[in-house]
Protein backbone atom coordinates (compact mmCIF):
# COMPACT_ATOMS: atom_id res chain seq x y z
CA UNK A 1 0.00 0.00 0.00
CA UNK A 2 2.45 2.06 0.57
CA UNK A 3 4.67 1.90 -2.46
CA UNK A 4 1.19 1.98 -4.25
CA UNK A 5 0.26 5.70 -2.37
CA UNK A 6 3.88 6.76 -2.88
CA UNK A 7 3.80 6.31 -6.89
CA UNK A 8 -0.35 8.35 -6.65
CA UNK A 9 1.51 10.97 -5.27
CA UNK A 10 3.89 11.43 -8.00
CA UNK A 11 1.43 11.07 -10.38
CA UNK A 12 1.16 14.02 -12.52
CA UNK A 13 -2.04 13.80 -14.93
CA UNK A 14 -1.75 16.24 -18.02
CA UNK A 15 -4.72 16.97 -20.44
CA UNK A 16 -3.05 17.05 -23.76
CA UNK A 17 -0.13 14.88 -25.72
CA UNK A 18 3.27 14.13 -24.11
CA UNK A 19 6.09 14.97 -26.30
CA UNK A 20 9.18 12.70 -25.65
CA UNK A 21 12.45 14.49 -26.89
CA UNK A 22 12.85 18.58 -27.11
CA UNK A 23 14.62 18.37 -30.54
CA UNK A 24 13.70 20.35 -33.68
CA UNK A 25 10.62 17.55 -34.48
CA UNK A 26 9.64 17.46 -30.53
CA UNK A 27 9.49 21.45 -30.01
CA UNK A 28 7.97 22.16 -33.94
CA UNK A 29 4.87 19.61 -32.59
CA UNK A 30 4.21 21.33 -29.38
CA UNK A 31 4.17 24.64 -31.18
CA UNK A 32 1.72 23.49 -33.86
CA UNK A 33 -0.30 22.28 -31.14
CA UNK A 34 -0.11 25.36 -28.90
CA UNK A 35 -1.06 27.42 -32.03
CA UNK A 36 -4.61 25.39 -32.12
CA UNK A 37 -4.57 25.97 -28.40
CA UNK A 38 -3.87 22.62 -26.87
CA UNK A 39 -1.04 22.81 -24.59
CA UNK A 40 1.97 19.84 -24.70
CA UNK A 41 4.35 18.63 -22.28
CA UNK A 42 7.74 18.27 -23.62
CA UNK A 43 10.32 15.23 -21.90
CA UNK A 44 14.07 15.61 -22.57
CA UNK A 45 16.64 14.21 -20.83
CA UNK A 46 19.39 15.94 -19.52
CA UNK A 47 22.41 16.97 -19.72
CA UNK A 48 21.36 19.37 -22.29
CA UNK A 49 24.48 19.50 -23.24
CA UNK A 50 25.97 16.70 -24.52
CA UNK A 51 24.22 13.59 -26.29
CA UNK A 52 22.35 11.95 -24.04
CA UNK A 53 22.72 8.19 -22.72
CA UNK A 54 20.32 5.77 -21.23
CA UNK A 55 19.34 6.02 -17.70
CA UNK A 56 19.21 9.59 -17.50
CA UNK A 57 15.92 10.60 -16.02
CA UNK A 58 13.63 13.00 -17.99
CA UNK A 59 12.85 16.37 -16.73
CA UNK A 60 9.65 18.09 -17.19
CA UNK A 61 9.57 21.57 -19.76
CA UNK A 62 6.45 23.03 -20.60
CA UNK A 63 5.48 24.67 -23.61
CA UNK A 64 4.04 28.55 -23.65
CA UNK A 65 0.73 29.02 -24.57
CA UNK A 66 1.38 32.15 -25.85
CA UNK A 67 4.47 31.67 -28.43
CA UNK A 68 2.88 32.13 -31.74
CA UNK A 69 5.39 29.76 -33.73
CA UNK A 70 8.11 28.32 -31.25
CA UNK A 71 8.28 26.87 -28.09
CA UNK A 72 9.05 28.91 -24.74
CA UNK A 73 10.22 26.02 -22.88
CA UNK A 74 10.28 26.27 -18.43
CA UNK A 75 13.04 24.73 -16.51
CA UNK A 76 11.96 23.56 -13.13
CA UNK A 77 13.43 21.48 -10.80
CA UNK A 78 13.70 17.85 -11.79
CA UNK A 79 12.04 15.77 -9.86
CA UNK A 80 10.94 12.16 -9.73
CA UNK A 81 7.55 12.04 -10.91
CA UNK A 82 5.22 10.04 -13.36
CA UNK A 83 3.15 12.00 -16.26
CA UNK A 84 -0.37 10.56 -16.99
CA UNK A 85 -1.77 11.55 -20.95
CA UNK A 86 -4.07 10.01 -23.00
CA UNK A 87 -1.70 10.55 -26.23
CA UNK A 88 2.14 10.03 -26.33
CA UNK A 89 4.98 11.67 -29.74
CA UNK A 90 7.58 10.26 -29.46
CA UNK A 91 10.02 12.43 -31.07
CA UNK A 92 13.25 11.08 -29.99
CA UNK A 93 15.03 10.67 -33.90
CA UNK A 94 16.33 8.09 -35.17
CA UNK A 95 19.71 9.17 -34.05
CA UNK A 96 19.48 8.55 -30.50
CA UNK A 97 22.60 5.54 -30.12
CA UNK A 98 25.43 5.38 -31.45
CA UNK A 99 26.60 2.51 -34.04
CA UNK A 100 29.99 1.16 -34.02
CA UNK A 101 30.14 -1.55 -36.97
CA UNK A 102 32.14 -4.31 -36.42
CA UNK A 103 35.23 -4.00 -38.74
CA UNK A 104 37.81 -6.27 -37.51
CA UNK A 105 40.60 -4.58 -39.24
CA UNK A 106 40.12 -1.77 -36.74
CA UNK A 107 41.76 -4.10 -34.15
CA UNK A 108 45.02 -3.40 -35.58
CA UNK A 109 45.11 0.23 -34.97
CA UNK A 110 47.23 0.86 -32.36
CA UNK A 111 45.87 4.95 -32.01
CA UNK A 112 43.18 6.81 -31.47
CA UNK A 113 39.87 5.81 -32.28
CA UNK A 114 36.97 7.93 -31.80
CA UNK A 115 32.92 7.82 -32.63
CA UNK A 116 31.47 11.21 -33.65
CA UNK A 117 29.31 10.66 -30.92
CA UNK A 118 32.16 11.45 -28.69
CA UNK A 119 33.68 13.73 -30.72
CA UNK A 120 33.49 17.53 -29.07
CA UNK A 121 36.21 19.82 -30.84
CA UNK A 122 38.89 19.40 -33.18
CA UNK A 123 41.58 21.73 -30.77
CA UNK A 124 42.39 17.85 -29.50
CA UNK A 125 43.33 16.80 -32.56
CA UNK A 126 45.45 20.06 -33.63
CA UNK A 127 48.41 19.08 -35.87
CA UNK A 128 47.40 15.37 -36.38
CA UNK A 129 46.88 13.40 -39.47
CA UNK A 130 43.23 12.42 -38.90
CA UNK A 131 41.24 9.46 -41.23
CA UNK A 132 37.44 9.99 -41.27
CA UNK A 133 35.82 6.85 -41.68
CA UNK A 134 31.48 7.30 -42.34
CA UNK A 135 29.42 9.01 -44.51
CA UNK A 136 26.73 11.79 -44.79
CA UNK A 137 27.04 15.55 -42.95
CA UNK A 138 28.77 14.00 -40.11
CA UNK A 139 31.89 12.81 -41.90
CA UNK A 140 32.16 16.26 -43.37
CA UNK A 141 31.37 18.83 -40.44
CA UNK A 142 33.62 17.05 -38.50
CA UNK A 143 36.85 17.16 -41.52
CA UNK A 144 36.09 20.94 -41.54
CA UNK A 145 36.16 21.19 -37.96
CA UNK A 146 39.89 19.38 -37.95
CA UNK A 147 41.34 21.58 -40.78
CA UNK A 148 39.98 24.64 -38.83
CA UNK A 149 42.27 23.55 -35.85
CA UNK A 150 45.56 22.42 -38.10
CA UNK A 151 44.57 19.42 -38.31
CA UNK A 152 45.47 17.30 -41.43
CA UNK A 153 42.31 15.11 -42.22
CA UNK A 154 41.39 12.48 -44.80
CA UNK A 155 38.23 11.50 -45.71
CA UNK A 156 37.01 8.05 -46.97
CA UNK A 157 34.11 8.35 -49.38
CA UNK A 158 33.20 4.46 -50.49
CA UNK A 159 29.78 5.56 -51.83
CA UNK A 160 27.96 8.50 -53.74
CA UNK A 161 27.03 11.57 -52.13
CA UNK A 162 24.65 14.23 -52.78
CA UNK A 163 26.03 17.42 -51.32
CA UNK A 164 23.98 20.65 -51.83
CA UNK A 165 24.57 24.40 -50.34
CA UNK A 166 22.47 24.81 -46.86
CA UNK A 167 20.90 27.86 -48.36
CA UNK A 168 19.09 28.62 -51.71
CA UNK A 169 17.55 31.53 -52.65
CA UNK A 170 18.81 33.20 -48.66
CA UNK A 171 16.69 30.08 -47.83
CA UNK A 172 17.24 26.85 -45.60
CA UNK A 173 17.82 24.40 -48.90
CA UNK A 174 15.37 21.95 -47.27
CA UNK A 175 12.81 24.36 -46.60
CA UNK A 176 12.59 25.43 -50.07
CA UNK A 177 12.66 22.04 -50.97
CA UNK A 178 9.77 21.03 -48.61
CA UNK A 179 7.80 24.08 -49.60
CA UNK A 180 7.97 22.75 -53.18
CA UNK A 181 6.84 19.16 -53.00
CA UNK A 182 3.06 20.68 -52.17
CA UNK A 183 2.96 21.81 -55.78
CA UNK A 184 4.81 19.87 -57.64
CA UNK A 185 5.89 16.66 -58.46
CA UNK A 186 9.33 15.41 -56.33
CA UNK A 187 11.07 14.69 -59.68
CA UNK A 188 11.12 18.36 -60.60
CA UNK A 189 12.23 19.28 -56.90
CA UNK A 190 15.17 17.03 -57.67
CA UNK A 191 15.97 18.33 -60.90
CA UNK A 192 15.51 22.13 -59.32
CA UNK A 193 17.69 21.25 -56.39
CA UNK A 194 20.63 19.85 -58.57
CA UNK A 195 20.52 22.28 -61.03
CA UNK A 196 21.34 25.27 -57.73
CA UNK A 197 23.81 22.09 -56.95
CA UNK A 198 25.55 22.62 -60.19
CA UNK A 199 25.56 26.24 -60.54
CA UNK A 200 26.68 26.44 -56.84
CA UNK A 201 29.86 23.78 -56.77
CA UNK A 202 30.28 22.46 -60.49
CA UNK A 203 30.71 19.01 -60.82
CA UNK A 204 31.96 17.37 -58.05
CA UNK A 205 32.73 13.95 -59.25
CA UNK A 206 36.26 14.73 -59.97
CA UNK A 207 36.57 15.24 -56.00
CA UNK A 208 36.08 11.87 -55.36
CA UNK A 209 32.29 12.93 -54.35
CA UNK A 210 30.00 11.11 -57.13
CA UNK A 211 26.85 11.96 -57.18
CA UNK A 212 24.18 9.31 -57.13
CA UNK A 213 22.13 8.54 -60.28
CA UNK A 214 19.01 8.75 -57.91
CA UNK A 215 17.59 12.42 -56.61
CA UNK A 216 18.18 13.48 -53.38
CA UNK A 217 14.96 14.41 -52.32
CA UNK A 218 13.92 10.72 -53.82
CA UNK A 219 17.00 9.47 -52.07
CA UNK A 220 16.28 10.10 -48.97
CA UNK A 221 12.38 9.02 -49.34
CA UNK A 222 13.24 5.28 -50.97
CA UNK A 223 16.41 4.83 -48.62
CA UNK A 224 16.90 7.21 -45.98
CA UNK A 225 20.05 8.87 -46.88
CA UNK A 226 20.46 12.66 -46.43
CA UNK A 227 22.08 14.69 -48.78
CA UNK A 228 25.28 16.32 -47.25
CA UNK A 229 24.45 19.89 -46.99
CA UNK A 230 27.85 21.94 -46.92
CA UNK A 231 29.27 24.31 -44.50
CA UNK A 232 32.11 25.29 -46.37
CA UNK A 233 34.19 21.80 -46.52
CA UNK A 234 33.54 21.52 -50.17
CA UNK A 235 35.71 24.43 -50.21
CA UNK A 236 38.68 22.82 -48.38
CA UNK A 237 38.30 19.36 -50.42
CA UNK A 238 38.76 21.53 -53.65
CA UNK A 239 41.81 22.95 -52.24
CA UNK A 240 43.48 19.99 -51.28
CA UNK A 241 43.19 20.61 -46.99
CA UNK A 242 40.57 17.43 -46.65
CA UNK A 243 41.98 14.65 -48.76
CA UNK A 244 38.94 12.23 -50.07
CA UNK A 245 40.06 8.72 -50.97
CA UNK A 246 37.50 6.03 -52.20
CA UNK A 247 37.88 3.51 -49.66
CA UNK A 248 40.21 1.29 -46.77
CA UNK A 249 41.61 -1.75 -48.00
CA UNK A 250 43.55 -2.60 -44.85
CA UNK A 251 44.07 -0.74 -41.46
CA UNK A 252 47.87 -1.03 -40.24
CA UNK A 253 49.12 -0.49 -36.68
CA UNK A 254 49.88 3.09 -37.49
CA UNK A 255 47.70 4.00 -40.91
CA UNK A 256 45.65 2.63 -43.67
CA UNK A 257 45.96 1.49 -47.18
CA UNK A 258 43.28 2.65 -49.81
CA UNK A 259 41.54 0.52 -52.83
CA UNK A 260 44.04 2.71 -54.69
CA UNK A 261 47.24 1.02 -53.38
CA UNK A 262 48.65 4.60 -51.55
CA UNK A 263 49.01 3.72 -48.02
CA UNK A 264 49.17 6.35 -45.55
CA UNK A 265 50.36 6.94 -41.82
CA UNK A 266 47.91 8.22 -39.15
CA UNK A 267 47.17 9.71 -35.71
CA UNK A 268 43.30 8.92 -35.49
CA UNK A 269 40.57 7.40 -36.70
CA UNK A 270 37.59 9.19 -36.43
CA UNK A 271 34.42 6.70 -36.89
CA UNK A 272 31.59 9.08 -38.74
CA UNK A 273 29.31 5.97 -38.23
CA UNK A 274 25.66 5.20 -38.30
CA UNK A 275 23.27 5.98 -35.30
CA UNK A 276 20.08 4.22 -34.39
CA UNK A 277 16.81 5.25 -32.42
CA UNK A 278 16.56 3.66 -29.05
CA UNK A 279 13.31 3.80 -28.60
CA UNK A 280 12.21 0.07 -28.66
CA UNK A 281 14.57 -0.01 -25.37
CA UNK A 282 11.88 2.52 -23.55
CA UNK A 283 8.80 2.65 -25.01
CA UNK A 284 6.95 -0.37 -23.55
CA UNK A 285 3.45 -1.25 -24.18
CA UNK A 286 1.04 -2.74 -21.48
Known amino acids: MG ?12 PGPIVIGAGPSGLAVAACRSQHGVPSLVLERLPLAT ?34 SRWVIVATGDNAEPVVPDIPWLEKFREQIV ?9 GFRNKRVLVVGCGN ?4 VSLDLCQHNAMPHMVVRDTVHVLPR ?48 GPIELKRVTGRTPV ?12 SIKVTRGVKEVTGTGARFVDGQERECDSIILATEYKSNVAAWLKAK
Not at 3 to 14: G, I, L, P, S, T
Not at 53 to 77: D, M
Not at 115 to 123: F, L
Open 138 to 141: SRME
Open 51 to 84: RPTIGLNYTCRSTSASSPSWVSPRFPETKECVYA
Open 167 to 214: EMFGLSTFGVAMGLLRWLPLKWVDRLLLLVADFKFGDTGHLGLRRPKT
Open 229 to 240: LDVGGLSLVKSG
Open 3 to 14: QERREEERRVDF
Open 115 to 123: HTSGYKSGS
